[in-house]
């Protein structure tokens, strides 16, 4: 399989020629050990038996191999992550490490949390650019630089090529599959994460199926801010003695542990904060092909059966899905701009936006997301009520949409976007 390029490969290049080490974090099948061996002399792979258990004996061996080192899967031998920030304190030579781990370790490896010696780095499975199904023309940085110049472009990606990318997944090594295998594959996937990937961590899940049906639930409340006991009951239906809200905390920790999880956090802002706004985040898995298959949903599924194939079946799941899809895009795209991803909602709901793009100086673009291809005035409703609320520190609006055109709308200058024409 070639090497597909990502987004985060100029800003990994960059981090590595200024530092020492980073990590590269994300869930299993992002694409970490590929992009971090093309930076790599030599590579320690500690998801290898007889290498795990030789660095387990002796940690220190990894300051004996080549530079720059890769050390894959590091959070099975929490120790090497103490023995490389000690070889920083030595020795500060840019590009030294890479650290590569699909899962946290647990707490109690008591490991130091390598501030201003080890850099974090979040990967993520593949955006539409990554993919190569459409040619981007709109910068999120230019957004960011609330300069609102004119955006253009055409994308040919309609509804239902929206619909197979959804449950194509981002995962490289499932993109490589022919398509009918694909749901297989992601079934597989799941599998392993519940049944050999938790265990490896040293957790016991006694139940399988459980820690599954608290994943369904989660994918099933995907763009949303579901509560604690909305998911509880869906995980665990007809369930007369509901685990404890310490089991259910433990179930989610485990799941975010190993990044399958990756929720979308509140906007609280600095300045001018609007009042009542809630701090429930909105759900979302690490990659949206994997909600749906938890969910059963396909193509056919998720479009209308019973006529055409540009019209989406009734019911909010395809809405939901592909925003979890633009959400992907935007952060992905945002990490390398040292920029955050949020959500914005009031407390009783009177205004929802669904993510806000946040500078380091803490102005913001807003951006809605809506399954049309041709949004209107009403759909920028949200982002014209936040503009009254804090002013110039909104730099920008946009509406994402599954449309064919990029434009700003004539009367509010709202950037209206197709997701496929999204870059960085």
Not at 178 to 207: C, F, N, Q, T
Not at 235 to 245: L, M, N, Q, V
Not at 296 to 313: F, K, M, Q
Not at 395 to 404: C, F, R, V, Y
Request: hydrophobic share 40%; charged share 25%.
């Amino acid at each position: 399989m070639s090497y597909q390029p990502r987004v985060i490969d100029s800003y990994l290049d960059e981090l590595l020629s200024g530092l020492p080490a980073v990590s590269i974090e994300g869930a299993k099948g992002v694409g970490k050990t590929a992009t971090a061996q093309r930076r790599a002399a030599s590579v320690m792979a500690l998801d290898t038996r007889g290498t795990r258990i030789s660095v387990q004996a002796e940690p220190e061996v990894i300051l004996t191999q080549p530079t720059p080192l890769l050390i894959d899967e590091w959070q099975l031998v929490p120790q090497v992550w103490d023995v490389v920030r000690r070889a920083v304190d030595r020795d500060r030579t840019a590009g030294r490490f890479l650290l590569a781990g699909s899962a946290l370790p647990p707490s109690r490896a008591r490991i130091h949390s390598g501030a201003g010696r080890i850099i974090r780095a979040r990967m993520r499975p593949m955006t539409l650019t990554e993919r190569g199904v459409c040619q981007p023309t709109v910068s999120l940085a230019n957004l960011l630089s609330g300069n609102r110049t004119a955006v253009s472009g055409r994308c040919p990606l309609r509804l239902p090529d929206y619909a197979e990318e959804i449950v194509a997944s981002g995962l490289p090594g499932v993109r490589q599959d022919p398509p009918k295998l694909r749901a297989a594959m992601i079934e597989s996937y799941v599998d392993e994460i519940v049944e050999r990937d938790v265990a490896e961590l040293g957790v016991d899940v006694r139940r399988p199926q459980a820690l599954r049906a608290w994943l369904t639930a989660y994918a099933a409340a995907t763009a949303t801010t579901t509560s604690y006991t909305g998911i509880l009951n869906s995980a665990t239906p007809g369930e007369s003695d509901k685990p404890s809200r310490s089991a259910a905390d433990a179930y989610r920790a485990l799941l975010q542990r190993i990044w399958v999880l990756d929720p979308l956090e509140a906007w609280i802002p600095v300045f001018n904060p609007p009042k009542r706004l809630t701090q429930a985040p909105k759900h979302h898995l690490t990659d949206p092909a994997i909600a749906a298959r938890l969910l059963g949903s396909t193509v056919d599924s998720l479009l209308r059966a019973d006529g055409p194939r540009e019209t989406r079946r009734e019911g909010n799941l395809l809405g939901a899905l592909f925003e979890s899809l633009a959400v992907l895009t935007v952060r992905v795209l945002a990490e390398t701009l040292g920029a955050r991803v949020l959500h914005l909602r009031t407390q009783r709901g009177e205004h929802e936006i669904d993510m806000i793009v946040e500078r380091p100086d803490h102005k913001v673009i807003a951006i809605e997301v809506k399954l049309s291809s041709a949004p209107t005035r009403a759909d920028a409703r949200h982002l014209t009520w936040l503009r009254t609320q804090i002013g110039d520190d909104l730099l920008d609006s946009a509406i994402i949409s599954t449309g064919e055109f990029a434009y700003r709308q004539p009367d509010d200058g709202t950037a209206v976007i197709p997701l496929g024409l999204l870059g960085a």
